[in-house]
């Protein structure tokens, strides 16, 4: 985590002396990577597709995270795991069935892949690719800015990945994960975003 942390702390830095050497205003890809740099949390809803070799699966999630490392996630449809969610405080995960009427906690160790599914393990990806590319595409009708990344380490399931950004709003649309072969294997589209939200310390908090 704290790997994480300085990586967000340099690349604000990086905006900061670019800000101060220029007086022209930045560029939309600027304004998107600054506001991805300075971000210290986001809480948001998003429907969530796994794809493997037997179909896919989809389920709507909420979704709470920490520039530190902490996050939520919940899983709100459909019905059959309604009601499920994972906690990590920064230490410990704790997975709680509702149906069971109980909850599985375990320390864990630091784990890049844990956390790929949320938007701060991809800016620390991205702030560490070599050749990323940007483009302009449309999603929906709607006008976004794509950034790419690689994911690093040898896990041919997780290789690269793709965050779609609307230009007008500047907040994210969908983010997608491939395997090495180029296939998507998770896909979030999101339907509310709030970046930098007031959280309920409750939330990231393991009770025993």
């Not at 050497?21 to 986001?42: C, D, F, H, V, W």
């Not at 699966?57 to 939520?72: A, C, I, L, P, V």
């Not at 040898?154 to 500047?170: G, I, P």
């Not at 959280?199 to 990231?204: I, Q, S």
Request: aromatic share 12%.
């Amino acid at each position: 985590m704290k790997r994480i942390l300085s990586l967000f702390l340099s690349f604000g830095l990086l905006f900061t002396i670019a800000a101060c050497n220029r007086e022209e205003p930045m560029t939309e890809l600027e304004s998107i990577q600054k506001q991805l740099a300075e971000m210290e949390g986001y809480a948001c809803t998003a429907t969530l597709t796994r794809s493997s070799h037997k179909g896919e699966q989809t389920y709507e999630t909420k979704q709470f995270y920490k520039s530190t490392g902490e996050y939520r996630l919940e899983l709100t449809a459909p019905e059959n795991v309604a009601g499920n969610y994972t906690v990590f405080d920064g230490e410990r995960i704790c997975q709680y069935n509702p149906k069971l009427d109980s909850s599985i906690i375990k320390d864990v160790p630091e784990s890049q892949h844990r956390n790929e599914l949320f938007l701060g393990q991809f800016v620390s990806n991205y702030m560490q690719s070599e050749g990323v590319s940007v483009e302009t595409a449309a999603l929906d009708e709607s006008k976004c800015i794509v950034l790419e990344a690689v994911i690093p380490g040898n896990d041919a399931a997780v290789s690269t990945e793709k965050l779609w950004v609307d230009r007008e709003t500047q907040l994210p649309v969908r983010f997608v994960i491939y395997d090495a072969e180029g296939n998507q294997r998770y896909c979030m589209d999101y339907h509310e975003f709030e970046f930098n939200p007031q959280f309920d310390e409750a939330l990231f908090t393991i009770e025993e």
